[in-house]
């Protein structure tokens, strides 16, 4: 702990508040985590702890507080890697890295970003306990079904449960015992504790409230859960990136990682839901519209999850394609730092034709087709 004693003007007896260094960052994975990294794409993150600008500019100083003398001046939406989160009295700083050495950004000037590798794969090591629990209480697993299309963005559906998850491409289930309506998200991955009639009794994997009753018309049963999986894509919402785990005998082992972009409420979608969920299909090119209905680009290698929401590549404009590479450059630089899609996940191009690859392994595709269906589950985790 460093104690600084400056004037700024007043007593020299008085003493600057404490400086504590909160959090240190090596920039490392995990020793926990064991690894093999299967992709070898140039847009592998070389950055796990950092911190962007979130505003226009901001001053990098020598020492961290705002008279220090000024290093660098860091532009909106860069990154620098971050070696120590710092409390200052009530501020909070970070000590990073630039092109000029090592100095200090003011806290509120600047998002932290860092990949949180064990919590994924503790949500991998969640649901493989959840379907292991159900199949050996001989309770079957299903998903939800409750996905129609909008491709013309009309009476998207804005009502929130208490947790925040929109109605819009999902369905609703009641938790009895306190008269609550929650919202599950499309393609969940559940336990069927109880049919009665028309009606299920559901117990939601990451859903802490059970049972959950819904319409019975809404699971599905394939792809069949009870066979578990081997393969895991795990995204972090809060930190705008994502991890991929393949089982390999009795371990999880991270075979690539990625910045990411997500969804943010606006008026044509949502947040990307949390939770758990199997990926039914996979498109090689995925068409979106504009804001008044109309044809307006292409993403490339898209991964269904949940409802509307894919993982996919950056999309590009119709009125882009002549500049392709520009566009991309430009779009896949602000990937890991704001959120920003309809629901979706994005990916670089590249890193979305590993993943899309991956997940249809030696799977015959139908080259007639721009839908393929996995021959194995694939787990998608939203955190």
Known sequence: MILF?????????????????????????????????????????????????????????????????????????????????????SNIWYKVETPKGEGYIYGKSVELRTFRFPEMLGRIQDVEKFISEKNNEKVRLA?????????????????????GVSIDQNIVGVYEKENTELHIPDRSILSVEKINGNYAEVKVEGIKESPL???????????????????????????????????VENDWVLISYIYA???????????????????PMLKYEMGYRGIYGED????KYAIRFSGG?????TPIEHDEESNEDFFL???????????????????????????FDWIMGDT????????????????????
């Open 5 to 89: 004693t400056l004037s700024f003007g007043k007593s020299k007896k008085e003493k600057m508040p404490e400086i504590k260094v909160e959090t240190t960052y090596d920039n490392q994975i995990d020793d926990s985590i064991k690894i093999n990294i299967k992709y070898k794409g140039e847009d592998l993150p070389k950055l796990l702890d950092y911190v962007f600008v979130k505003t226009l500019y901001t001053r990098v100083r020598q020492n961290p507080w705002t008279t220090s003398e000024e290093i660098y001046r860091a532009g909106f939406d860069t990154k620098y890697l971050v070696k120590e989160k710092i409390k200052l009295g």
């Open 143 to 163: 998903s939800t079904n409750s996905y129609l299309p909008n491709p013309y963005n009309k009476d998207m559906k804005r009502a929130k449960d208490k947790y």
């Open 213 to 247: 009753k819904i319409q019975k018309k809404y699971l599905s049963y394939r792809p069949s859960i009870e066979k578990g999986f081997k393969k895991a894509v795990v995204v972090d919402v809060e930190n705008q990136n994502l991890g991929v785990f393949e089982k």
């Open 261 to 279: 972009k997500t969804g943010i409420e606006s008026e044509l979608g949502f947040e990307t839901p949390r939770g758990s969920y199997i990926v």
């Open 296 to 299: 307006a680009g292409i993403a």
């Open 309 to 313: 929401g894919y993982l996919h590549g």
């Open 329 to 355: 450059n430009q779009k896949e630089t602000g990937l890991g730092t704001f959120k920003g899609t309809r629901k979706c996940i994005r990916n670089t191009v590249s890193h979305s034709k590993f993943l």
């Open 364 to 383: 015959k595709r139908n080259e007639n087709s721009n839908y393929q269906a996995p021959s194995e589950n694939i787990i998608f985790i939203v955190i």
